[in-house]
């Protein structure tokens, strides 16, 4: 008998997580999982993580030495970064078409969104150096006057959840740092420091990149042994990706099922209401990250492809997907690029055939800098967020957000919900209030796991486009 492929034991555990919240909650029983099963994909995240960090460094650092010279180098990271913004800018383009056509925001009822505008007025008279962005005065005229009390409550209602708070108080300190403040940040003081923490990823490529170079500088029989160590050590890290994806189906219906039991507790309803959420927000939301999945990366992927092997377009849109199906589910699960990234970097390279040197270089810096679920969902929640509160955003305003969501995404860390942090700097950099977070904070994390699959597609799309611009894609 045909052992089951991997993509679909992942997705059988997914929906056996999904089926058994909806059991334990009406049971009575989600401490017993949150307790009992929801630390096993804890520990399915630490195995993940522990692998990330080494592998990372270790396949960086063979792939750049491994290059002919450094020039090489310069011209692979100009192709990537080049490549990612091109993508992250056409993510967010499509988000803005999708918000203004569909409008989520006005399918909220009337008098709601008149508290919600009120209230958006009233910050605005609070806070120092803000405007009202469309010249619409709501809080002067009489005929509102009987909302007035009901938008003050709403006001102290959304800076009274702690998470908002803690949210702002991050964004602050990102958006107070200086203009280099990240080339800062990338450069270590102590590499085992960084090592120790995986919000420092970009400072472990750096050295990796550094240490590969100085090694294509040095006589290739002076660096043999450290590059035969360092072969020997990226194979066992690749080894233990794939002893910990043997036991990937079990521990991803642990991850999921601990999740929501912690999200909906023994309430069914508030499960349902958590696959409900905020419907026609959330709706645009999938919209949009679903085209960037199975249209934009699926078509570019193709049509390298099929130009470079005898494959039609039709079957290597096929390959692509099979290909990399393990890692957006593992995507999905833990809602985290840098937890999959050693079940991408295996995907790309074993099932999508780009080499080492491609896929070591290009996927670490995609999982750190490339953003473009993220991007996307910021685009949409800030116009969505416009639109519930009747705030009507000009056409600059827009490209303020293109341009500041585009800019956020290479600074957002591969960890789950991190896109919140830059959603506040991006609401403040067109003048509105960063508490709204909480409208959308329900369905923050189940779109969290979409737009993350999302970024790891991304990162395989782009890894496989640089590998053919190389010659070096083996179909």
């Given at each position: 008998?045909?052992?089951?492929?991997?993509?679909?034991?992942?997705?059988?555990?997914?929906?056996?997580?999904?089926?058994w919240v909806l059991i334990s909650s009406s049971l009575g029983l989600?401490?017993?999982?949150?307790?009992?099963?929801?630390?096993?994909?804890?520990?399915?995240?630490?195995?993940?993580?522990?692998?990330?960090?080494?592998?990372?460094?270790?396949?960086?650092?063979?792939?750049?030495?491994?290059?002919?010279?450094?020039?090489?180098?310069?011209?692979?990271?100009?192709?990537?970064?080049?490549?990612?913004?091109?993508?992250?800018?056409?993510?967010?383009?499509?988000?803005?078409?999708?918000?203004?056509?569909?409008?989520?925001?006005?399918?909220?009822?009337?008098?709601?969104?008149?508290?919600?505008?009120?209230?958006?007025?009233?910050?605005?008279?609070?806070?120092?150096?803000?405007?009202?962005?469309?010249?619409?005065?709501?809080?002067?005229?009489?005929?509102?006057?009987?909302?007035?009390?009901?938008?003050?409550?709403?006001?102290?209602?959304?800076?009274?959840?702690?998470?908002?708070?803690?949210?702002?108080?991050?964004?602050?300190?990102?958006?107070?740092?200086?203009?280099?403040?990240?080339?800062?940040?990338?450069?270590?003081?102590?590499?085992?420091?960084?090592?120790?923490?995986?919000?420092?990823?970009?400072?472990?490529?750096?050295?990796?990149?550094?240490?590969?170079?100085?090694?294509?500088?040095?006589?290739?029989?002076?660096?043999?042994?450290?590059?035969?160590?360092?072969?020997?050590?990226?194979?066992?890290?690749?080894?233990?990706?794939?002893?910990?994806?043997?036991?990937?189906?079990?521990?991803?219906?642990?991850?999921?099922?601990?999740?929501?039991?912690?999200?909906?507790?023994?309430?069914?309803?508030?499960?349902?209401?958590?696959?409900?959420?905020?419907?026609?927000?959330?709706?645009?939301?999938?919209?949009?990250?679903?085209?960037?999945?199975?249209?934009?990366?699926?078509?570019?992927?193709?049509?390298?492809?099929s130009r470079k092997s005898k494959k039609s377009f039709v079957e290597?849109?096929?390959?692509?997907?099979?290909?990399?199906?393990?890692?957006?589910?593992?995507?999905?699960?833990?809602?985290?690029?840098?937890?999959?990234?050693?079940?991408?970097?295996?995907?790309?390279?074993?099932?999508?055939?780009?080499?080492?040197?491609?896929?070591?270089?290009?996927?670490?810096?995609?999982?750190?800098?490339?953003?473009?679920?993220?991007?996307?969902?910021?685009?949409?929640?800030?116009?969505?967020?416009?639109?519930?509160?009747?705030?009507?955003?000009?056409?600059?305003?827009?490209?303020?957000?293109?341009l500041t969501a585009t800019l956020a995404s290479i600074g957002t860390?591969?960890?789950?919900?991190?896109?919140?942090?830059?959603?506040?700097?991006?609401?403040?950099?067109?003048?509105?209030?960063?508490?709204?977070?909480?409208?959308?904070?329900?369905?923050?994390?189940?779109?969290?796991?979409?737009?993350?699959?999302?970024?790891?597609?991304?990162?395989?799309?782009?890894?496989?486009?640089?590998?053919?611009?190389?010659?070096?894609?083996?179909?």
């Amino acid at each position: 008998m045909k052992k089951l492929a991997l993509h679909w034991q992942i997705i059988i555990g997914l929906i056996a997580g999904i089926i058994w919240v909806l059991i334990s909650s009406s049971l009575g029983l989600s401490k017993f999982t949150i307790n009992w099963i929801g630390p096993w994909g804890s520990i399915f995240i630490n195995l993940l993580k522990l692998i990330a960090v080494p592998l990372v460094l270790f396949s960086i650092i063979k792939g750049v030495s491994d290059l002919s010279d450094s020039g090489t180098i310069g011209r692979l990271g100009a192709k990537t970064l080049v490549t990612y913004l091109i993508t992250t800018v056409a993510a967010v383009s499509i988000g803005l078409l999708l918000v203004n056509t569909i409008k989520p925001g006005n399918f909220i009822d009337e008098e709601q969104r008149i508290v919600n505008r009120i209230s958006y007025e009233i910050w605005i008279q609070e806070t120092p150096d803000v405007e009202i962005l469309d010249g619409k005065n709501y809080l002067s005229n009489p005929k509102y006057a009987n909302y007035v009390s009901k938008a003050q409550e709403k006001l102290a209602q959304d800076y009274s959840n702690e998470s908002v708070k803690s949210k702002i108080k991050s964004a602050k300190s990102t958006k107070d740092a200086g203009p280099l403040q990240f080339l800062v940040d990338m450069v270590p003081s102590n590499i085992f420091l960084s090592l120790n923490n995986n919000g420092l990823m970009l400072q472990v490529i750096f050295f990796a990149i550094f240490f590969g170079i100085v090694m294509i500088l040095l006589p290739k029989e002076t660096v043999a042994p450290v590059s035969k160590l360092v072969t020997s050590l990226n194979e066992v890290f690749l080894k233990m990706v794939h002893v910990v994806m043997k036991g990937a189906p079990f521990f991803v219906f642990a991850l999921l099922a601990g999740k929501l039991s912690e999200l909906a507790g023994d309430d069914l309803n508030k499960v349902i209401e958590i696959f409900k959420g905020i419907a026609w927000y959330s709706l645009v939301v999938v919209l949009g990250l679903g085209i960037m999945i199975f249209v934009i990366y699926p078509i570019l992927v193709s049509f390298i492809y099929s130009r470079k092997s005898k494959k039609s377009f039709v079957e290597s849109f096929k390959y692509f997907n099979q290909g990399i199906s393990p890692a957006q589910l593992m995507a999905f699960s833990t809602s985290s690029s840098m937890a999959t990234l050693p079940v991408t970097m295996d995907c790309v390279h074993e099932r999508l055939k780009v080499p080492k040197e491609i896929s070591s270089f290009v996927l670490p810096i995609g999982a750190t800098v490339n953003m473009d679920g993220t991007s996307l969902y910021q685009a949409i929640a800030v116009v969505f967020l416009a639109q519930f509160h009747l705030v009507d955003l000009s056409l600059a305003q827009q490209i303020t957000i293109v341009l500041t969501a585009t800019l956020a995404s290479i600074g957002t860390a591969a960890v789950p919900s991190a896109g919140l942090v830059m959603l506040i700097i991006v609401l403040q950099s067109v003048g509105l209030n960063p508490a709204w977070i909480a409208i959308i904070f329900p369905v923050d994390r189940i779109l969290d796991m979409c737009r993350t699959v999302v970024n790891v597609t991304g990162d395989a799309a782009v890894s496989t486009a640089i590998a053919a611009s190389e010659n070096k894609l083996s179909v």
